[in-house]
């Protein structure tokens, strides 16, 4: 009885602990919370429940409070200091991320084949992947610069949704090109309703209007969509990489080197323990 309750403890420490980890990837820079939603397995039953909130609200929220909880206090609270960190250490901050998802893409390809692998999932993959690249490094090379007012925090409400219900486009990395990161996270961080009203609106949208079709498309055609994911996610990770840090010194090399490896092993003995606990990934 004893070692059932250890582990019913353990394994809601480690969903609150997931879903503190995607409420970081959500703020910061370079990170998709979206990404690593399917590294933890709990992408597809948060747009089923997107997608039908009142028809699938009993049995997906029960089983999704633990890392909804998480996703909070990451956002809110936890995303503050670790914020400072990556401002202090961005690339050793960065490597620890790209480590983790990296060494959870194994059991994503893993997954994605549960239902078998054609030419048309891997088209799919490469396909994503090109499209991710292309996007991104366009933003990278934007220079554009405006003045937010209600339309923008609209759009950067969209991008918000957007990060969780694409994976891979880090809503960070489309605000920033755009100079709009920075106003509207602290907007969101001091409570103001000029941001938080608009910033609502065009996130509630954009989930109403794009979560459906998600979740359709994982019905239809999962190899398919979830090879298409694979690569969003190989390529947002690789574009997030501070290649030039590793070319700075031998100190930082290793430093980040020793981050990277660090990322791994968390990310093997995450998945180690999600394969212990059995978390019902699809709800």
């Known amino acids: 009885m004893y070692s059932k309750e250890k582990q019913s403890i353990g394994k809601l420490f480690l969903q609150v ?20 939603s399917v590294i933890f397995g709990i992408y597809k039953p948060i747009m089923e429940l997107l997608a039908n909130p009142f028809h699938n609200f009993k049995t997906h929220v029960p089983k999704l409070l633990p890392y909804i909880a998480g996703a909070v ?20 901050s960065v490597c620890l991320f790209v480590g983790l998802i990296g060494g959870m893409l194994p059991s994503l390809w893993k997954e994605a084949g549960n ?12 396909a994503a992947m090109a499209v991710i690249f292309a996007v991104l490094l366009g933003l990278r090379n934007a220079s554009v610069m405006i003045t937010p007012d209600f339309g923008w925090y609209l759009f950067c409400g969209f991008c918000l949704a957007l990060s969780v219900i694409a994976p891979g486009m880090s809503f960070s990395t489309l605000l920033m090109p755009l100079g709009l990161y920075t106003p509207f996270v602290d907007g969101i961080g001091s409570l103001s309703f000029n ?7 065009g996130g509630l949208l954009t ?6 079709a998600v979740n359709y498309l994982f019905d239809r055609y999962y190899s398919i969509a979830f090879h298409a994911i694979i690569g969003i996610v190989v390529a947002a990770t690789i574009m997030i990489i501070p290649y030039g840090s590793f070319l700075n010194s031998t100190r930082d090399y290793l430093v980040n080197m020793a981050c990277l490896l660090g990322g791994i092993m968390a990310a093997s003995l995450l998945d180690k323990m999600n394969q212990r606990n059995e978390p019902e990934k699809n709800c």
């Open 195 to 201: 941001v938080l009203i608009p910033g609502g609106i």
């Open 73 to 92: 206090l990451g956002f809110l609270g936890i995303a503050r200091l670790l914020a400072f960190v990556l401002e202090r250490y961005p690339a050793p």
């Open 115 to 126: 239902k078998g692998r054609t030419k048309f999932s891997l088209t799919a993959m490469f």
């Open 207 to 212: 989930v109403v209007c794009l979560s459906k």
């Open 17 to 36: 602990l997931q879903g503190a980890f995607i409420g970081l990837g959500a703020v910061l820079p370079g990170i998709s919370g979206g990404v690593l």
